[in-house]
């Protein structure tokens, strides 16, 4: 079945900067991948998604990078902020899984001021 | 937040007794998963329902049953409460191939 990895599992960068969540997933026939931002005591939260027919996509400060030939994408946030801090899941899901989402074990931004 | 509501929200027992979380939701979506997190362990999958009456086990299902009598409501039963079942749970809807979306969580702490 699909597995998808997440690293790292904690990421420390400076207010300003940008920072980069990657995740490779093992199914090929997977096509939806979701970025999810859970804060502190609170629900995990969908910030972008991208399809497998789709490179790349932009939200403001976030960007999401689908490499299909390579089974990995990544999350790219811009001009970190405060509110930023979080922990970010990605996921995978296709025909294989019906659809079901397999999660990444979670990656833990600190903004640093 | 797709009108998903989760009650409990905060729930102490003692171990050895029967807890039932209930998810309710609005939007009429098909899919409805139960997960449980842990520091350290993301969020595992306990059990899933595609339809009404029709559920499925998850990666961690042992300990625990699940019901869906309505297509809005989504039960997680721990049938006797043990220790290592305190946890967050957070219920999840999904409709279609579209992505899922998340109640607000129960808080557990088995005694």
């Known amino acids: 079945g699909e597995n998808v990895e997440q690293h790292p599992s904690t990421l420390s960068v400076q207010e300003g900067d940008s920072a980069v969540i990657k995740c490779t997933y093992s199914?090929?026939?997977?096509?939806?991948f979701p970025w999810y931002k859970q804060e502190l005591g609170k629900r995990p939260q969908l910030i972008i998604d991208?399809?497998?027919n789709v490179g790349e996509k932009k939200d403001q400060r976030i960007a999401v990078t689908l490499n299909k030939t390579a089974k990995h994408f990544s999350l790219h946030i811009t001009e970190t902020q405060p509110e930023d801090s979080a922990v970010y899941f990605c996921?995978?899901?296709?025909?294989?899984?019906?659809?079901?989402?397999?999660w990444g074990a979670g990656t833990k931004l600190i903004i640093k001021p | 937040d797709a009108g998903i509501t989760q009650s409990p929200r905060h729930k102490v027992t003692e171990t050895g007794t029967p807890v039932t979380l209930r998810c309710h939701q609005t939007?009429?979506?098909?899919?409805m998963y139960w997960y449980r997190q842990d520091p350290g362990h993301g969020l595992r999958l306990i059990h899933y329902?595609?339809?009404?009456?029709?559920?499925d086990k998850g990666e961690v299902s042992d300990g625990y049953s699940v019901s869906r009598s309505k297509t809005e409501d989504f039960l997680l039963t721990l049938e006797s409460a043990t220790s290592s079942q305190t946890s967050v749970y957070f219920c999840?809807?999904?409709?279609?191939?579209?992505?899922?979306?998340f109640g607000p969580g129960t808080r557990l702490l088995v005694l």
């Open positions: 991208i399809r497998s």
């Open positions: 199914d090929s026939a997977s096509n939806y």
């Open positions: 999840a809807t999904r409709q279609g191939q579209e992505t899922q979306y």
């Open positions: 329902s595609y339809g009404v009456k029709d559920t």
């Open positions: 939007e009429n979506h098909r899919y």
């Open positions: 996921a995978a899901s296709g025909v294989d899984s019906n659809y079901q989402l397999i």
